[in-house]
């Protein structure tokens, strides 16, 4: 995605967001404090959060990412780097299964409908038999 050497100091959450809003405006980023235990059995209530990423308000792809990671600024390179690694590769994961399946329908142009007076075909037929 973006050059590592020429990062901000953004949040994985805030990085996300950022990448995700330029691709589309109809991603939307949600994160619950919360997650089913039998589908989420590694989820820690108060030091995991369930992030969740939606098209159009549809759920297209969740993950469980520690709190702390998900949510601090990353000062240092190498934390940035580090980040940066495992936002790109969601990111790249959602624009190669999604973008590609979720193409702006064609607009066909509509069909000219002719009108005709009441009596126009017997009109014509009239004037062919002459």
């Known amino acids: 995605m973006n050059n590592l050497n020429n990062t901000s100091n953004c949040s994985y959450e805030q990085y ?23 589908r989420w059995d590694g989820f820690e209530r108060g030091i995991d959060v369930l992030v969740q990423i939606q ?10 990412i520690e709190k702390l990671f998900w949510t601090q600024r990353n000062l240092n390179k190498e934390d940035r780097v580090y980040m940066r690694r495992w936002a790109d590769q969601k990111i790249e994961m ?6 590609k399946k979720i193409k702006p329908k064609k ?12 009596g126009y075909t017997q009109d014509l037929f009239e004037s062919a038999k002459k």
């Open 16 to 38: 996300m967001k950022d990448q995700l809003g330029l691709l589309s405006r109809n991603f939307v980023v949600k994160t619950y404090k919360r997650a089913n235990p039998e």
């Open 55 to 64: 098209w159009k308000k549809e759920p297209i792809f969740e993950f469980i």
């Open 94 to 99: 959602i624009k190669s299964g999604i973008i």
């Open 107 to 118: 607009v066909t142009p509509k069909k000219k409908v002719i009108s005709n007076k009441v």
